[in-house]
């Protein structure tokens, strides 16, 4: 499995390409329409998009690649929240293309995109459906959980209490992953547990 990090050109999130083949892949979070342009340039076709959760910088790039004929899911939770007027009204209002959600994971689903398998972890807190997605020895975290960091929790459906429970639920995954953020550098889940003041103790 690969994994190429795309940083935003503007106001997005970092997105994140993953392919096992060298020929298809999931794209995790497409902050901006570029990402298209992206996948061109290495050879590669989007079949799936997972949605760690629906904010504006999260989702920019859905609207093109469903263009192209791919998928968009997401959690369970977060699907009615995506174009709802508390998210779109974020930071004074955000175009955001529109799209469909084809498919949604509940907590500790485990599914198989592209010959990779993923397992979601429901982690409310940022939103109340975000999700964070395991993929071998990777952990795509979204905005749940960052370098040293945590995702805020005072925009709409963000709620601190879930965030500890979701933190804790990741405190407690077995072996150590590669921590794809949404934003900031890539870090370790091993890493995290001895240096991230919100994941060493509750």
């Given at each position: 499995?690969?994994?190429?990090?795309?940083?935003?050109?503007?106001?997005?999130?970092?997105?994140?390409?993953?392919?096992?083949?060298?020929?298809?892949?999931?794209?995790?979070?497409?902050?901006?329409?570029?990402?298209?342009?992206?996948?061109?340039?290495?050879?590669?076709?989007?079949?799936?998009?997972?949605l760690t959760?629906?904010?504006?910088?999260?989702?920019?790039?859905?609207?093109?690649?469903?263009?192209?004929?791919?998928?968009?899911?997401?959690?369970?939770?977060?699907?009615q929240l995506?174009?709802?007027?508390?998210?779109?009204?974020?930071?004074?209002?955000?175009?955001?293309?529109?799209?469909?959600?084809?498919?949604?994971?509940?907590d500790g689903?485990?599914?198989?995109?592209?010959?990779?398998?993923?397992?979601?972890?429901?982690?409310?807190?940022?939103?109340?459906?975000?999700?964070?997605?395991?993929?071998?020895?990777?952990?795509?975290?979204?905005?749940?959980?960052?370098?040293?960091?945590?995702?805020?929790?005072?925009?709409?459906?963000?709620?601190?209490?879930?965030?500890?429970?979701?933190?804790?639920?990741?405190?407690?995954?077995?072996?150590?992953?590669?921590?794809?953020?949404?934003?900031?550098?890539?870090?370790?889940?091993?890493?995290?547990?001895?240096?991230?003041?919100?994941?060493?103790?509750?």
């Open positions: 499995m690969q994994v190429f990090k795309v940083l935003p050109e503007f106001d997005g999130s970092n997105s994140y390409i993953v392919t096992a083949d060298g020929k298809s892949a999931v794209v995790i979070d497409p902050a901006e329409p570029y990402i298209a342009e992206e996948l061109k340039s290495r050879g590669l076709v989007c079949e799936f998009v997972l959760h629906g904010h504006f910088d999260h989702v920019g790039g859905c609207g093109a690649l469903a263009e192209k004929g791919a998928r968009i899911c997401c959690g369970e939770r977060e699907k995506i174009f709802s007027k508390e998210y779109l009204g974020i930071f004074g209002g955000v175009y955001v293309p529109k799209f469909e959600i084809s498919r949604t994971f509940s689903e485990c599914f198989e995109m592209c010959g990779i398998k993923f397992k979601a972890l429901a982690t409310a807190g940022h939103t109340a459906g975000s999700v964070c997605y395991l993929a071998e020895n990777a952990l795509f975290s979204g905005d749940t959980l960052f370098c040293r960091s945590i995702g805020r929790t005072d925009l709409p459906t963000g709620d601190y209490r879930d965030m500890i429970e979701s933190l804790e639920k990741i405190r407690y995954l077995n072996g150590d992953f590669t921590l794809y953020c949404g934003h900031g550098p890539n870090s370790s889940l091993g890493f995290e547990k001895e240096n991230n003041p919100y994941l060493r103790k509750f």
